[in-house]
C-alpha cells in the first residue's frame, strides 16, 4: 500500500486533469445510468480519488461520502463531499449505510480485492447496488499488449483484467452481475504521459512508443492515431452493476 500511497500523493492536486477518462461526461454518465432510476440515496465511493466520479453523482441527487488511502486525493474529494482517508479494506462506517457503492478504476491496484468486496457487502443495503468499472481489453486479440503497455506503467498493477476475469471475481463470494455497460472513451496519450510524474522520461516515452509504433490487430482495435504531435486512441471501458448475493 505504501508504494500506491507514494504513487498517487505525488499526483493529488493534478489528477484530475490528467487523462481525459477522469471527467470525461459520457464515461460518467453511463456510471450515472448503471444505478438506474433507483431513489437517491446514500452513496459510498472506494478508492475516490480527487471524488470525479462522486461529484457527479451529488448532482444527480445522491448523498456521497468518499474513501481513499491516499490523503491527498482524500483531501481533494473532501473539497466536494465527506471524504475519510482509509483503506478500502476496512472502511469507517456501519453495516448496511450505503445504497449504493461504487469503485471505478482501482481494482487493479488492490492487495486484496476480495477484502475490498467483502467490504462493500457489509456496506451495503440487502436491496444496495455495486458498480464496478475499469478499463478492459476489447477482446482476447488486444489483450496481451494491453497487458504489456499496463505492465510497463503500471508498477503497482496487481493482476491485469479482462472483463470475464473481473466479472468472475466480483461473482466468486459477494456478488451476482445484474448488468453490464461498456463504452469506449478516445484518451490522449501524449495528455496521459505528460501528467506521469512518478514515471521517469524514459518510462513515459517507452509508453509513448508501445502504443504509437503498437503491431496490428491492437493498432486498429484501439483506433491509435499519431496527428499534431499527439497520439490517441480508444480504451475499452465495463462498467458492472451488481447485487448482493445473500
Ligand atoms: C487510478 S485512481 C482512480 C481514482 C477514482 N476512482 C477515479 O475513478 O477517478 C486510483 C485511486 O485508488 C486509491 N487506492 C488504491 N488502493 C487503495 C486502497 N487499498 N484503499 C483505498 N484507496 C485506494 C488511490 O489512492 C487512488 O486515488
Not at 483503506?87 to 453495516?95: G, K, L, N, Q, S
Not at 468499472?133 to 503497455?149: C, G, K, N, R, Y
Not at 453490464?180 to 496521459?192: C, D, K, Q, S
Not at 513515459?204 to 499519431?226: F, N
Request: aromatic content about 10%; overall charge negative.
Amino acid at each position: 500500500m505504501e508504494k500506491v500511497i507514494d504513487q498517487f500523493s505525488v499526483r493529488s492536486g493534478t489528477y484530475s486533469g490528467s487523462a481525459n477518462w477522469i471527467s470525461d461526461p459520457a464515461l460518467i454518465r453511463a456510471h450515472i445510468s448503471a444505478a438506474g432510476d433507483r431513489p437517491r440515496g446514500q452513496m459510498l465511493e472506494l478508492c475516490c480519488g480527487t471524488g470525479m466520479v462522486g461529484r457527479n453523482f451529488q448532482a444527480d441527487g445522491w448523498h456521497v461520502c468518499g474513501v481513499d488511502l491516499t490523503r491527498g486525493m482524500a483531501e481533494e474529494a473532501n473539497r466536494f463531499f465527506p471524504c475519510v482517508c482509509s483503506p478500502a479494506e476496512r472502511v469507517p462506517f456501519m453495516d448496511r449505510a450505503f445504497d449504493l457503492v461504487l469503485l471505478r478504476q482501482a481494482y487493479f491496484l488492490l492487495d486484496d480485492g476480495q477484502q475490498v468486496l467483502a467490504e462493500a457487502h457489509r456496506l451495503l443495503k440487502d436491496d444496495g447496488l455495486f458498480i464496478l468499472s475499469q478499463t478492459v481489453p476489447f477482446s482476447a486479440a488486444d489483450a496481451p499488449w494491453l497487458e504489456h503497455i499496463h505492465r510497463t506503467k503500471q508498477a503497482q498493477l496487481k493482476e491485469f483484467f479482462t472483463e470475464e476475469t473481473l466479472a468472475r471475481e466480483l461473482e466468486k463470494d459477494w456478488f451476482a452481475v445484474a448488468q453490464v455497460h461498456r463504452l469506449a472513451v478516445r484518451e490522449n496519450i501524449t495528455r496521459w504521459m505528460a501528467a506521469a510524474p512518478e514515471l521517469s522520461d524514459a518510462k513515459r516515452a517507452e509508453v509513448c512508443s508501445l502504443i504509437a509504433d503498437a503491431p496490428e490487430p491492437y493498432r486498429s482495435i484501439h483506433r491509435v492515431a499519431v496527428a499534431g504531435g499527439e497520439i490517441t486512441e480508444d480504451w475499452n471501458w465495463v462498467i458492472f452493476a451488481a447485487r448482493k448475493k445473500a
